[in-house]
């Protein structure tokens, strides 16, 4: 098994950055996505990925972007989906890409919370197919693979190659979990800031400020909820039963009651662009 060819299934948030560094790191890419209007979006966002990177954006133009399912398959080695996060869309998009698909191409998800054995019998090579999570991938470069109980040894090293290819930092995720590895103690740094807040221990501001000294960090969990978004956040908040993540919740509700959904509308628990944690006095 040799990855030369990538074919990238979405063209949204992730899609587009994994293929821009799939690109840039030399591999043959090809995106499909079934609304021909995220490619614009796309390629805007590479273009200013590449400023950002101080590159030109001749690199653009050697991706194919189609909205021709076989097309984009035809002789991949790989597909990484990034699909919206709906387990039946991603089901019925494993269908049929099993359908499409050459017999030698390995499948892989970068889904954010479901299990690869969710999908597992939507595809028709078992073996092949594992998660592989990416975060931000030119930012925050760790990768998460993660196998279903039939994922074939072979697979996994293969990732882990193709990951350092990508220049990500592979993690290596044993037993199925949601969140994997970052995102599971993400969650729980979150959910323990808000119960802080809503057991009216400290002000967001302090529990922002002891994380960000302490570690030495750019924002702390409120700073890093606002840039997830608060309806996100919410919805995973709200699906936990116990009574601090109920109290949790209610507090974000009442933040999206008011629009305020973080850094994307401008306001959540800070202002933006220019948020009080970013002020050099905040941390006097
Ligand atoms: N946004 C993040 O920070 C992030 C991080 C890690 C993983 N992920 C995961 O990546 C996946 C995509 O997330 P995103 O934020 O890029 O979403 P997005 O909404 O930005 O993009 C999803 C894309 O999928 C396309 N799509 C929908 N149905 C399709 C179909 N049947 N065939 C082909 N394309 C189709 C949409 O047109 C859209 O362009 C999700 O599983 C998400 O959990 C997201």
């Known amino acids: 098994m040799k990855i030369n060819n990538v074919c990238i299934l979405g063209a949204g948030t992730l899609g587009t950055r994994i293929a821009l560094q799939a690109a840039l790191s030399g591999f043959q890419v090809a995106v499909y996505d079934i609304n021909a209007e995220a490619f614009v979006a796309s390629k805007k966002v590479m273009t200013k990925i590449l400023r950002s990177l101080s590159l030109t954006d001749e690199i653009i133009a050697k991706i194919k972007f189609t909205t021709d399912a076989a097309e984009a398959v035809v002789d991949a080695d790989i597909i990484s989906e990034s699909v919206t996060e709906e387990l039946p869309l991603k089901r019925q998009v494993w269908a049929q890409f099993s359908v ?16 690869p054995s969710m999908l597992v019998d ?22 998460d693979i993660m196998p279903h109980p039939g994922t074939s040894e072979e697979v996994v090293s293969l990732l882990e190659d193709f990951g350092r290819a990508l220049k990500q930092v592979p993690v290596i ?34 529990i922002d400020k ?11 969990p409120f700073g890093i909820l606002d840039s997830i978004g608060l309806d ?26 008011a629009g305020k959904l973080g850094e994307k509308t401008g306001e959540g628990f800070y202002k933006y662009p220019a948020p009080a944690y970013k002020d050099p006095e ?3």
Request: net charge neutral; glycine share 4%; hydrophobic share 45%.
């Open 100 to 115: 499409l698909a050459p017999a030698k191409t390995i499948f892989t998800t970068n889904t954010s919370y479901l299990l």
């Open 122 to 143: 939507s595809v028709d090579r078992p073996s092949l197919f594992c998660a592989f999570h990416f975060h931000d991938v030119f930012y925050s470069k760790v990768v």
């Open 173 to 206: 995720v044993r037993k199925e979990n949601p969140g994997y590895v970052f995102n599971y103690m993400l969650m729980a740094v979150i959910g323990a800031a808000g119960k802080l807040r809503t057991k009216e221990i400290a002000s967001i501001e302090d």
């Open 210 to 220: 002891s994380w960000m000294v302490n570690f030495h960090m750019p924002m702390g």
């Open 232 to 257: 996100t956040a919410w919805h995973v908040t709200h699906n936990l039963e116990d009574a601090g993540s109920q109290a949790f919740a209610a507090l974000l509700k009442t933040y999206i009651d």
């Open 282 to 284: 905040f941390l006097k």
